[in-house]
Nanobody
């Protein structure tokens, strides 16, 4: 499975961006897709996840209420709508995919995701 991430860019604080991640193959009904982000010199961190079964969503505390993850079933695409962006949201954002249903307590574990997109830069200026 190849993942194509897009939608990054530069925006002022308070602005919005929408990231997209499209899979090259039809996904399994048990799949999980997530977004992670990384700042140079820091570890990559979990941002949000969408689990196919039941359409469950999960968010890091730092983005709750500002970011929304959703899925277009027909397009095999997961979106990350980012509103009220802050300078601390500046990072390279990566989408990640697992064909398995990842349980709630493990949803942020990067090692459970088999496929990763190439990353897209998001820069938020103050």
């Amino acid at each position: 499975v190849q993942l194509q991430a897009s939608g990054g860019g530069e925006v002022q604080a308070g602005g919005s961006l929408r990231l997209s991640c499209t899979a090259s193959e039809r996904s399994r009904s048990t799949s999980t897709m997530s977004w992670f982000r990384q700042v140079p010199g820091k570890e990559r961190e979990f941002v949000a996840a969408f689990r196919w079964s039941g359409g469950s969503t999960f968010y890091a505390d730092s983005v709750k209420g500002r970011f929304t993850i959703s899925r277009d079933y027909a397009k095999e695409t997961v979106y990350l709508q980012m509103n009220s962006l802050k300078p601390e949201d500046t990072a390279v954002y990566y989408c990640a995919y697992s064909p398995r249903r990842i349980i709630n307590s493990a949803i942020s574990l990067q090692t459970l995701y088999d496929y990763w997109g190439q990353g897209t830069q998001v820069t938020v200026s103050s």
